[in-house]
């Protein structure tokens, strides 16, 4: 099996430009009034610390979040996102970078669902940890 690790590359400049992207999205779908369902096929263990583990290692969360991190000057769509990182980070201190499963779910509506896959069977189990509480909201498959 494949043994890709999400939190290597968390909160590098490719998630970031990825999470803004979502957000921006959901933003925009979330304007009909009908549900949505939003399927993550890759999603990962949906939060990882910046303190420590494999987010460490190359701290490739330097040139990406922790360059915005204290800036207050940003454009609609990246503040937006920046917000759902604060939300995981409510003393101020980046600690927590939250993942897409995490940040689909903090725009996300209550009518609406998530479906996360993820493959990696140590990732997918503390994805279904992380997400138990959502009931049938979010749905979390090991595949």
């Known amino acids: 099996m494949l043994s890709y690790r999400h ?3 968390a909160g590098n400049h490719a998630d970031v430009l990825k999470h803004i992207a979502l957000v921006a999205l959901l933003r925009n779908l979330a304007r009909k009034d009908k549900p949505l369902l939003v399927v993550d096929t890759h999603a990962g263990a ?3 610390s910046l ?3 494999f987010a460490v290692r190359n701290a490739e969360f330097r040139g990406g979040i922790g360059a915005l991190w204290e800036r207050s000057d940003l454009p ?3 503040a937006d996102y920046l917000d759902q990182v604060r939300a995981v980070n409510p003393d101020g201190v980046l600690r927590q970078y939250p993942g897409s499963p995490r940040i689909a779910l903090g725009v996300l509506r209550p ?3 998530l479906r996360l896959f993820e493959l990696h069977s140590t990732e997918g189990a503390i994805l279904a940890r992380q997400f138990a509480q ?3 909201r979010v749905t979390v498959t090991a595949g």
């Open 7 to 9: 939190g290597f590359h």
């Open 46 to 48: 949906g939060m990882y």
């Open 51 to 53: 303190e420590q583990g």
């Open 76 to 78: 609609e769509p990246v």
């Open 111 to 113: 009518q609406d669902r």
């Open 134 to 136: 959502e009931g049938r």
